[in-house]
C-alpha cells in the first residue's frame, strides 16, 4: 500500500452563531409554540412532516397498513405498487427522499433494479421486508447499499424503531449549517470532538477536500460508505457501546438517547486524515477506543451474514468491502485506512 504524509492539522471549534442561525433558532421556537397550540404533544413528529418515503409493494391490505402508520407519523409516503412506476418517481424524487421501503418479491427483479438505481445515485437509506426463504436476495441488495431487514408480520414498535434508525443513520438527513472549513493545501488532518454533529461536519470537510476527485453521484456513494467507519469509531471506539449493547438498545428504540448520554459524558476525539495521490483517494480515521475484533467482519461468509439478515446492525463493514479497494486496519481496529481508486485524470 502507498504510503502517504500530512502536513497539516485542522480543529474544528463550533462556530459563533451568525445572524441567520440566530434567526433559525428563533424560528424553531416559535413553530414549537405552534405546535403546542394545536395540541400535538410530541414535538418530533411535527418536525418530520416534511420527511419523504417510497413505499413499493403490490398487496394493498399491507400497502394500506403500513401506509396509514407512516401517515399517523406525519411522513408523506408516495406509494408504487410496479416497478416502472417506483423507478420514474425515484428519478423524480430522489433529492428529498427521506426512506425507500420495498417489499421483496421471489425473483428480486423489482427491488434489485430500485437498489441499484439508488446505488448510483444517492444512496437513500432502503428498507426491505423479505422472507427467510428470500434471504439470498436479500444478501446480493447488501453490494448496493441495502442494509435494513424485516419479515412480516412486524410489530409497529420494531418497524418505526428500523424506520428511526435508518433515517438517523443517513449522512443526508442531517441539516446543520457547514462550517467555513479553510481547506488549503496543508489541511490534510481533521480532529473532531466525538459527537454526532461533529461527524457531519467532519464528511462536508471530506467533501471538500475530495470534491473534484468524483462524479456528484459517486460522490454521494463515497460519503456514505466512509460514513460508516466514522459511525463505527464514534459509536464503537470512543463511546465504547458493544454491538450486543447497540442491538438491544435498537430494538426498543432507545439507541439515539443512549448516544447522546454518552456524548455528554465522554470526552474523546476522531482524527480524520484525507490524502490524494494521483487516482487514488485515501481517508484515515482514528478513534480513541481500545479497537475491535475486525477480522470477525471482514471474513465473515455469505451463510453468516444470512443467519444475521435480521439483526438491526453489523453489515456496514461487508457493505464498504465491496466498493473500496482496500481497507487496513491497524491500532487493534482502532484506525482504519480506506482506500478508492477513481476514474478520471486524478484530483486536481
Excluded at 481533521?190 to 461533529?198: M, N
Excluded at 459517486?218 to 471506539?237: P, R, S, T
Excluded at 485515501?282 to 439478515?309: P, Q, S, W
Aim: charged share 25%; net charge negative; glycine share 6%.
Amino acid at each position: 500500500m502507498a504510503s502517504f504524509a500530512f502536513v497539516g492539522v485542522y480543529f474544528y471549534a463550533p462556530p459563533v452563531w451568525p445572524l441567520r442561525d440566530i434567526i433559525g433558532f428563533v424560528t424553531k421556537c416559535v413553530f414549537s409554540v405552534a405546535v403546542w397550540m394545536c395540541g400535538l404533544q410530541d414535538i418530533s413528529e411535527f418536525a418530520l412532516m416534511s420527511r419523504k418515503i417510497l413505499w413499493v409493494e403490490d398487496d394493498p391490505t399491507f400497502r394500506r397498513a403500513i401506509g396509514g402508520l407512516l401517515v399517523a407519523k406525519n411522513f408523506q409516503i408516495i406509494p408504487v405498487t410496479q416497478q416502472e412506476e417506483a423507478l420514474h418517481l425515484y428519478t423524480l424524487h430522489r433529492e428529498d427522499l427521506s426512506l425507500i421501503i420495498a417489499d421483496a418479491t421471489r425473483s428480486g427483479p423489482r427491488e434489485r433494479a430500485l437498489a441499484e438505481l439508488n446505488f448510483q445515485s444517492r444512496m437513500t437509506p432502503f428498507v426491505l421486508f423479505t422472507s427467510l426463504s428470500e434471504a439470498n436476495i436479500a444478501v446480493e441488495l447488501l453490494d448496493f447499499g441495502v442494509r435494513d431487514f424485516l419479515t412480516k408480520p412486524v410489530t409497529e414498535e420494531k418497524f418505526l424503531a428500523v424506520v428511526n434508525n435508518a433515517m438517523a443513520r443517513d449522512h443526508h438527513s442531517h441539516s446543520h449549517d457547514s462550517p467555513d472549513l479553510e481547506v488549503g493545501a496543508g489541511a490534510d488532518i481533521l480532529v473532531i470532538r466525538s459527537r454526532t454533529e461533529e461527524l457531519d461536519f467532519a464528511l462536508e470537510w471530506i467533501r471538500k477536500r475530495t470534491d473534484n476527485c468524483f462524479a456528484s453521484g459517486e460522490m454521494e456513494k463515497f460519503l456514505c460508505f466512509v460514513n460508516e467507519y466514522l459511525l463505527n469509531a464514534h459509536e464503537h471506539g470512543n463511546l465504547r457501546i458493544p454491538e450486543e449493547e447497540k442491538i438491544r438498545l435498537l430494538e426498543c428504540n432507545s439507541f439515539l438517547e443512549e448516544v447522546r448520554n454518552r456524548e455528554e459524558s465522554i470526552d474523546a476525539r476522531i482524527e480524520i486524515a484525507v490524502a490524494r495521490i494521483g487516482q487514488m483517494v485515501k481517508v484515515a480515521i482514528t478513534d480513541e477506543g481500545g479497537g475491535f475484533d475486525f477480522g470477525k467482519y471482514m471474513d465473515m461468509d455469505k451463510n453468516a451474514h444470512m443467519n444475521r439478515l435480521f439483526s438491526p446492525c453489523g453489515r456496514g463493514i461487508l457493505m464498504t468491502c465491496h466498493y473500496f479497494d482496500s481497507i487496513e486496519f491497524t491500532r487493534g481496529g482502532s484506525c482504519v485506512t480506506l482506500t478508492k481508486v477513481f476514474q478520471g485524470s486524478g484530483c486536481v
